[in-house]
T-cell receptor, first 113, second 112 residues
Framework: KAGVTQTPRYLIKTRGQQVTLSCSPI?????VSWYQQTPGQGLQFLFE???????NKGNFPGRFSGRQFSNSRSEMNVSTLELGDSALYLC????????????FGPGTRLTVT | KQEVTQIPAALSVPEGENLVLNCSFTDSAIYNLQWFRQDPGKGLTSLLLIQSSQREQTSGRLNASLDKSSGRSTLYIAASQPGDSATYLCAPSTGYGNKLVFGAGTILRVKS
């Protein structure tokens, strides 16, 4: 069974631009969560989607948004990028509404210049 | 608000040693707790999941215990190997859905 995949793996953007990251969960998994990892703040929860609905949201500004499609694939969008948004963005999937074991993808490394 | 602390922050041991990583959390109302490892610049690999009703879980050379009432979990690694070098993270799941709260991790280096 294929694992969680994330695209792109690396991305360089300029301040003020926007970016969209994609996550494909393990086949059969319906929950997708997003996390941001930085050296200073560690791993922080962004949001979780289950059956195309956002179920949980972390403490991030409204510039961070996401959505989930009917095939459980998820995207997250960051608008008006800031230098502090440079981070590793990780996506995790689990089989159902939770709490269940979560499986992480390899991440997208975003660099904002 | 759940807060997770991992001790020690870093650990360097010679190959073959048995070692213990500690994790404490402030909110004992957890559903489960996962231990992960992360290699530099990579995603997280799930090692063990302990349900709140369990006391321990084993996988190969790894054994994780959970004392929910005292807000503690430990990860025991037997006969450590250089390939075990990584950052180890614990993450309890509380509240609604699949939200995990992570500690800062323990950076482990096993010297050959």
């Amino acid at each position: 069974k294929a694992g969680v995949t994330q695209t792109p793996r690396y991305l360089i953007k300029t301040r003020g631009q926007q970016v969209t990251l994609s996550c494909s969960p393990i086949s059969g998994h319906r929950s997708v969560s997003w996390y941001q990892q930085t050296p200073g703040q560690g791993l922080q929860f962004l949001f979780e989607y289950f059956s195309e609905t956002q179920r949980n949201k972390g403490n991030f500004p409204g510039r961070f948004s996401g959505r989930q499609f009917s095939n459980s694939r998820s995207e997250m969008n960051v608008s008006t990028l800031e230098l502090g948004d440079s981070a590793l963005y990780l996506c995790a999937s689990s089989v159902d509404g939770g709490p269940y074991e979560q499986y992480f993808g390899p991440g997208t490394r975003l660099t904002v210049t | 608000k759940q807060e997770v602390t991992q001790i020690p922050a870093a650990l360097s041991v010679p190959e073959g040693e048995n070692l213990v990583l500690n994790c404490s959390f402030t909110d004992s109302a957890i559903y489960n707790l996962q231990w992960f490892r992360q290699d530099p610049g990579k995603g997280l690999t799930s090692l063990l999941l302990i349900q709140s009703s369990q006391r321990e879980q084993t996988s190969g050379r790894l054994n994780a215990s959970l004392d929910k009432s005292s807000g503690r979990s430990t990860l025991y690694i037997a006969a450590s190997q250089p390939g075990d070098s990584a950052t180890y993270l614990c993450a309890p799941s509380t509240g609604y859905g699949n939200k995990l709260v992570f500690g800062a991790g323990t950076i482990l280096r096993v010297k050959s």
